[in-house]
């Protein structure tokens, strides 16, 4: 089997009318960048990677992919992701393999991982070697939405999402003082009731002392964990953090590839690992 075509296709979502935001992010105008790898045996593989802020981002992607990856991968074999994935590197490798590089190298490498499920008819999952058929899932619903001085759009996004039967609720913080934090918290608790995790992601807005200062009372208050308190940077900081606390430090979002990940671990920087699945590089790169 031999890949025959690129396609790219570019998306663009109308602007939101119930935009929202996290500590220093607003995402209103949206946009994605969906593929399609073609191959002389008829199987299509598809990956999207979507863009919730910098909407111009998934231009630059398409770019690179259409001028200069595409001819990497132009009669390669889709059932050796790991050697396509060394060529690409390499090809991009002098302008640098971050950001939106990595976009880029993620939207592909899942594009050929899903060739090689649909040609052995299995789900990619499980082709990824699976441990569990199921996992509970959360919901990312508790926004700081537009005009929701009152929290009603809020409360409304946390009930529906609980009426849908998520395993818990993930919550904004630290755009305000530590009191907004609290009520918002409280908020959530009073609709959640005491059974359910409910998580904080501070979006890499706050010192080393805030973070701690406010992850006491994250703790204090029963939050399940504490998601990205610093800059992806300070791995000595996040290492700091895990150790004062006892409430479980959530990170690896923002960490592009293994090696970044390698830091974070060595650093003891967090105690749950979630790295991004645009940001690691794809299937080959985030199972090593």
Not at 67 to 93: I, K, N, S, T
Not at 127 to 155: F, H, N, Q, S
Not at 221 to 250: N, Q, S, V
Request: proline share 5%; glycine share 10%; with cysteine.
């Amino acid at each position: 089997m031999k890949i025959t075509d690129v396609q790219t296709i570019l998306l663009r979502y109308p602007e939101s009318t119930d935009s929202h935001s996290d500590a220093q992010h607003h995402f209103g105008r949206r946009s994605g960048l969906a593929i399609r790898l073609h191959t002389d045996a008829g199987i299509i593989g598809h990956s999207y990677v979507g863009f919730g802020v910098s909407a111009p981002s998934a231009e630059a992607v398409q770019v690179m992919i259409d001028r200069q990856l595409a001819g990497v991968l132009m009669g390669q074999d889709p059932f050796l992701p790991r050697r396509l994935r060394d060529l690409m590197w390499h090809e991009v490798e002098y302008s640098g393999i971050e950001g939106i590089a990595h976009f880029a190298l993620t939207a592909l490498d899942t594009a050929l991982w899903d060739i090689m499920a649909r040609a052995l008819d299995v789900p990619a999952w499980k082709l990824l070697g699976a441990c569990r058929d199921r996992i509970p899932a959360y919901a990312m619903v508790g926004w700081y939405y537009d005009d929701d001085d009152d929290l009603e759009k809020y409360r409304r996004a946390i009930a529906t999402a609980l009426e849908d039967g998520m395993a818990g609720i993930k919550i904004k913080v630290g755009r305000g003082p530590l009191a907004e934090d609290v009520h918002r918290i409280e908020v959530a608790r009073a609709l959640m009731g005491d059974g359910l995790p409910l998580m904080v992601d501070a979006n890499q807005v706050l010192s080393r002392i805030e973070a701690e200062r406010r992850g006491r009372v994250y703790e204090e208050m029963g939050c399940y964990w504490f998601e990205e308190p610093l800059r992806p940077h300070d791995k000595e900081g996040y290492g700091m953090l895990t150790r004062a606390l006892g409430i479980p430090i959530a990170a690896g979002e923002n960490e592009y590839a293994k090696y970044h990940i390698q830091e974070l671990i060595a650093a003891g920087g967090c105690d749950i690992l979630q790295p991004d699945c645009r940001r690691t590089g794809g299937p080959s790169e985030w199972m090593e």
